[in-house]
């Protein structure tokens, strides 16, 4: 059994960031929603359970599902968010755990945007939160996925807020800073994180 550190945070406090400065450390990285996306690609089980649950209307002209109407429909329809997740989490875990067992370095990071939100903290031995005040989240998430303010404001409404996820956080990054003092934090993160690995994996 490995040592895991979930990694989550809001949407675009800048996750993929702070994984991938993990990732150059040698760190294997475990992404649940790079999972979840290979989970929805077409003729999949999880693809087919999606379809027939919401129809042919959310995918495209080939029937690749169009994952920008999937996800404006779960962020204004909370059954179907309900829906979506109890086909996707239940595998999502699965794959996670099954990847960990197969990683060879010290310890390993699942990146699990809803880890709180999709109870999933039982997944990891300590938690890590990304963190940005939500003036500057909402800002970065219009300008990157090109939403308007009321799109974009529904999708932090449908996440867990700051206190919440702060309420489990056995570390934290503030984000606001130059990416100098990003890589600064995570060097000390990845020599504190490679010493408790080791005395957890010496207790198991």
Same mark, same amino acid.
């Given at each position: 059994m490995h040592f895991r550190v979930g990694l989550t945070g809001g949407v675009a406090c800048g996750k993929s960031t702070v994984s991938q400065l993990f990732s150059e450390l040698g760190v294997t990285i475990i992404d649940a929603d790079v999972i979840a996306r290979k989970l929805l690609e077409k003729d999949t089980d999880c693809y087919k359970q999606v379809i027939e649950l919401f129809g042919t209307d959310i995918t495209f002209s080939d029937g690749e599902i169009n994952r920008a109407?999937?996800?404006?429909?779960?962020?204004?329809?909370?059954?179907?968010?309900?829906?979506?997740?109890?086909?996707?989490? %239940? *595998?999502?875990?699965?794959?996670?755990?099954? =990847?960990?067992?197969?990683?060879?370095?010290?310890?390993?990071?699942?990146?699990? %945007?809803?880890?709180?939100?999709?109870?999933?903290?039982? =997944?990891?031995?300590?938690?890590?939160?990304?963190?940005?005040? *939500?003036?500057?989240?909402?800002?970065?998430?219009?300008?990157?996925?090109?939403?308007?303010?009321?799109?974009?404001?529904?999708?932090?409404?449908?996440?867990?807020?700051?206190?919440?996820?702060?309420?489990?956080?056995n570390d934290l990054i503030d984000n606001q800073n130059d990416i100098n003092s990003l890589k600064d934090k995570v060097e000390q993160l990845h020599h504190f994180y490679r010493e408790l690995a080791l005395k957890y994996n010496a207790s198991c």
């Open positions: 109407l999937l996800r404006d429909l779960v962020f204004s329809d909370a059954t179907a968010k309900h829906q979506l997740e109890k086909i996707l989490h %239940p *595998e999502v875990r699965e794959q996670m755990l099954a =990847l960990a067992e197969t990683s060879e370095t010290a310890y390993c990071i699942f990146v699990v %945007p809803l880890l709180v939100e999709a109870d999933m903290l039982d =997944l990891v031995d300590r938690i890590l939160v990304i963190d940005i005040p *939500e003036a500057t989240q909402l800002e970065r998430l219009i300008k990157r996925d090109k939403l308007t303010k009321t799109q974009a404001q529904n999708i932090l409404n449908n996440q867990a807020t700051r206190q919440q996820r702060m309420q489990v956080a």
